[in-house]
């Protein structure tokens, strides 16, 4: 059985929202933010090897269209007709 490790890179910032693909910044001071983005917040269960493990990651619009690209499936979307 190999033993892998996993090595993170991972920018701390109480004040700045950065895109964990490239890097970018999207909001800094609290301020609200001036792009849009994905933000993924996951508790992993029991069933995963990363048991009790909280991720949380935030990928803007340019790097989540790259990211779906590699789908085998995409996303299934759907048009709002009110801007939120």
Same mark, same amino acid.
């Given at each position: 059985m190999n033993n892998f490790r996993r090595k993170y890179r991972i920018k701390k910032s109480k004040d700045r929202i950065c895109?964990?693909? %490239?890097?970018?910044?999207?909001a800094e001071n609290r301020e609200f933010p001036k792009v849009d983005f994905v933000e993924i917040n996951k508790n992993w269960g029991y069933f995963s090897n990363k048991d009790n493990e909280n991720h949380n990651i935030h990928i803007c619009e340019s %790097?989540?269209?790259q990211w779906v690209k590699s789908f085998s499936i995409l996303p299934s979307v759907k048009n709002n007709?009110?801007?939120i």
């Open positions: 895109c964990n693909m %490239c890097g970018r910044v999207i %790097c989540y269209d007709s009110v801007c």
